[in-house]
């Protein structure tokens, strides 16, 4: 396998009484960036944290700080989000009926745009904004909480998002979210995906052995 796979722990399944702590072993163990899950309770049911908590991890951290919200109406949180050192910002397009001015707008702040799509959301919907965004996040369980199973039927979506690639329609990352651990990375890697987002099997004992076995998995 040629091309590079980044991998980037989802601190959804972190101890968070040892946040700091879990997070420099994530950076020791050679994580590519931290995957923040931002979530308010209304476009999913659970609830997590917001722009403070990103500001605290952009003081301990030099990696790269990527935020996945999972909010309604998320362009009223981007500057917040921006101001508190993110360095991509991923919206869901089922929260965005003004998706091209919402990721012009992340790219305008000089960082990374993402968009993602639900289980239920066909990834056809890119199409009309495919250029605009760096991040294609195919959710691979339905978003909301950790440890869930990956949904192997997501597969097809990858293929497609890797199909616009070769064509040379746009360049951007094929993430995945949800279920990947060492059993489903190599099926995601081989459909096109190269930024693995994993919380459980990330978290789940030993940090530098996890993100070494899903190394592994994904050559
Ligand atoms: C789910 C979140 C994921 C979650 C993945 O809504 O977007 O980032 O943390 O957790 P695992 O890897 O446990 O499925
Ligand atoms: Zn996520």
Redesign the pocket.
Known sequence: MNRSIRIAP?I??ADFMRLGEQVKECEKAGADMI?C?VMDGHF?PNLTFGPPLIAQLHKTTKLPLDV?L?IEAPERSLDAYFKAGANAITVHQETCPHLHRTLSYIRSLGIQAGVSVNPSTPVEMLEPVLGSFDILLIMT?N??????TFLQSMLPKILQADSWRKEGVAEFSIAV????DPLTTPLVVESGADLL?????VFDGSIGDNIKRLREAAC
């Open positions: 989802s959804l399944a995957h899950d999913v996945h999972m369980v978003p909301g909480f950790g440890g869930q979210d949800g279920g990947i987002i994993a919380g459980t099997s």
